[in-house]
């Protein structure tokens, strides 16, 4: 899939990320990365209702992973930015999550463990065009 999206809104965003998650299958990996701000989370949200998911979804900033397992399939939600290593995700159950093959997992901020992320992994990349309009997005899949 090589595909460019343009959001001019947070629902564009997240209405994106709602498409993706209802055709979303059991061991996909999503890699979220842009700026702070750019709508990472929002898109993230998106994808969390197409998947079913009710419960407010958040960024796991502080916490790292957040799960959801109220969905058609469960979600794990990595927010990365904080790890100081990529040694400190086994730690975390990053390796469980990813091979168990159950779940759709989401990881923001994946440009920065680069060496443990799975080779078919699906990359999103949000990047703002402020001479284009404070809301327009350009939502880069490969």
Known sequence: ???TIISNSEKDTFEFG?????????????????????????????FGKGLGIDTPISSPTFTILKEYDEGRIPMYHF??????????????????KIDSG?????????????????????QIVIEKKPEKGFDYREIIVN
């Open 1 to 3: 899939m090589n595909e």
């Open 18 to 46: 709602k498409r993706l998650a209802e055709a979303a299958k059991p061991g996909e990996v999503y890699l979220l990365d842009g700026d702070l701000g750019v709508g990472k989370t929002v898109f993230t949200k998106g």
């Open 79 to 96: 927010d990365v930015y904080r790890v100081g290593s990529e040694d400190e995700m086994e730690e975390i159950g990053f390796f469980d």
């Open 102 to 122: 159950d779940g759709v997992t989401l990881i923001e901020w994946a440009k920065l463990i680069p060496g443990i992320i799975p080779e078919n992994a699906i």
